[in-house]
Nanobody
Framework: VQLQASGGGSVQAGGSLRLSCAAS????????MSWYRQAPGKQRELVAT???????NYADSVKGRFTISRDDAKSTVYLQMNSLKPDDTGIYYC?????????WGHGTLVTVSS
């Protein structure tokens, strides 16, 4: 599986962005699809996950502001980010579990200015 992420950019605090990550899948079922982020000088952290049944989980720091969704027909996971804060700045990576394997996207940069 290869993942292609897009949608990053620069916005002012309070703005919105929508990230997309499309997976090319060789016949596997995409199980859990996730977004992680890594801020400058910090470790990568989990932002949100969505299972193939639609169950979602979010980091406390983004609850109520971010929404993860998926379109299985397009093998794509989305992250709608609203009310962005400077602390949301970082490189956002998509991740997918399929079968017993997993894959990472290349990352897309999100910069939020105050």
């Amino acid at each position: 599986v290869q993942l292609q992420a897009s949608g990053g950019g620069s916005v002012q605090a309070g703005g919105s962005l929508r990230l997309s990550c499309a997976a090319s899948r060789p016949g596997f079922t995409l199980n859990v699809m996730s977004w992680y982020r890594q801020a400058p000088g910090k470790q990568r952290e989990l932002v949100a996950t969505i299972a193939n049944g639609g169950n979602t989980n979010y980091a406390d720091s983004v609850k109520g502001r971010f929404t993860i969704s998926r379109d299985d027909a397009k093998s794509t996971v989305y992250l709608q980010m609203n009310s962005l804060k400077p602390d949301d700045t970082g490189i956002y990576y998509c991740h997918v579990l399929y079968g017993i394997l997993n894959a990472w996207g290349h990352g897309t940069l999100v910069t939020v200015s105050s």
